[in-house]
């Protein structure tokens, strides 16, 4: 970028047709040396995703990358507040989330989504919102048995005593990536093996360009 | 930070009990040597907010600072493609910017948003999603004879001839802020004393710390 800054162009304007001075992904990828992109976990309820989508956004801050990770923390209890958990909530709220992805990575920023996300069809409209090679789908494959013996919000065990209807893999169906960018089976991997996956796969595909 | 890591702590972590790393807000500001706020510009259609956000943000970039701008452009054909200009969907409209600008700082991100926001109770709700010091309103207050001149859209010759309902200024009141953290005449001041304007009230409040 040129330090002179195009504000010295536009203090010659006159205030009545004042000119517009864009930031592109492409300068903020340039300015950081890293690209952006969509970093979208989906797997059940215990499969790792989160944690995952945390120690991955770990370790690309310590690396210096500009990353977030959006899961249902703080979704759930700010954008989406005002949305339920029927099919057409459930499918809004994967809407929105694709869509504030898309200004994260139009931020120049690394975005990782959390969320259980159980629908070919919505994942695809969310891929479909952004080039496709912006959106990274990373399938947390464990098996239901080993997601419910962790359980780590209780929740299968309220699935399996009827308190919460519509659970995904009890009483809701999940439909697993037929052709995700990264399989990863988060029950015989550890934390950092699975890191190092994706790791390796944004390296591999120059996202994560040499820091200056 | 410390570059160890606590990944390596976490690889001790079975992979059934996997502990959480999160990077704060904090830690953020650390790494890049500034703090992130909301820049909320409220004024009526072609007082100049949005050209000047985006100048105002293409200036932080220079100086190396995670800035993005939240605009009609980008809010209104994607996360809000689904709201009309009806009263509450209009507030739903401001709600949902008000929590994605919540989101980019907490992603350590200086957001500047660009609508008319007319009204005070909403731009009140959109400040109470947050700390009261990370929401800077700046009142872009162009009086409305020089806003209809510029009316870089022909938003106030379809709005004078009928052909726009409810329109701000016209046919739709605007609540001007009554204490704004920056009162902006944009009829008198070119646009760098504008930024200029905004950049030393970020300095005044150490939010842009000395760059290493």
Known sequence: MNSSSNLDEKSQATNIVWHMASVSREARAEQRNHKSKI?????????GKSTLANATNYELF??????????GDNIRHGLCKDL???DSDRQENIRRIGEVAKLFI????????AFVSPFRADRKKARELV???????IYCAADISVCEKRDPKGLYSKARAGLIKEFTGISSPYESPENPELYIDTS???LNQCV???????????TLLALK
């Open 106 to 113: 139009d931020a120049g920023v690394i975005v990782l989504t």
């Open 39 to 47: 970093l979208w976990f989906t797997g059940l309820s215990g499969s």
């Open 196 to 206: 190092n996956q994706i790791i390796s796969y944004l390296e591999s595909r120059d």
């Open 84 to 86: 339920g958990f029927s």
């Open 131 to 137: 080039a496709d090679s912006d959106f990274i789908e």
């Open 188 to 190: 015989i991997y550890d």
């Open 62 to 71: 310590r690396r210096g990358i500009a990353t977030y990770v959006l899961d």
